[in-house]
């Protein structure tokens, strides 16, 4: 099993963008994927979660609203549009998957993780 995570890139305040995790591997078992950001001298933090197969969705209450979480099953592919960034919202970016959690917001109940991806928001 491997995520790859990609989108990122270096944006203005107040735009948007799109990152997104490609699942390879047997999905059999497969519960969830989420989002997590971890910030220069700052803890991983959660951002979203989705279940794989159903429509559960959380999100942390600082992203509800801006951040959107998705997914294509088809393709194998979740998605966070990230819309109105802000500066503060720099970090790399990860995914993860999980195997009976489903939607959660704690990192010691995902077992796989993407590579990251940076964002950079300047003002």
């Known amino acids: 099993v491997q995520l790859q995570a990609c989108g990122g890139g270096s944006v203005l305040a107040g735009t948007s963008l799109r990152l997104s995790c490609e699942y390879s591997?047997?999905?059999?078992?497969?519960?969830?994927l989420a989002w997590f950001r971890q910030a220069p001298g700052k803890a991983r933090e959660f951002l979203a979660a989705i279940t794989w197969f159903g429509l559960t969705v959380d999100y942390a209450d600082f992203v509800r609203g801006r951040f959107i979480a998705s997914k294509d099953s088809a393709k194998n592919t979740a998605y966070l549009q990230m819309n109105h960034l802000r500066p503060e919202d720099t970090a790399i970016y990860f995914c993860?998957?999980?195997?009976?959690?489903?939607?959660?917001?704690?990192?010691?109940?995902?077992?796989?993780w993407g590579q990251g991806t940076e964002v950079t928001v300047s003002s």
């Open positions: 591997g047997s999905s059999a078992g497969l519960a969830g």
């Open positions: 993860a998957s999980n195997y009976g959690a489903g939607v959660d917001r704690y990192q010691a109940a995902y077992t796989d």
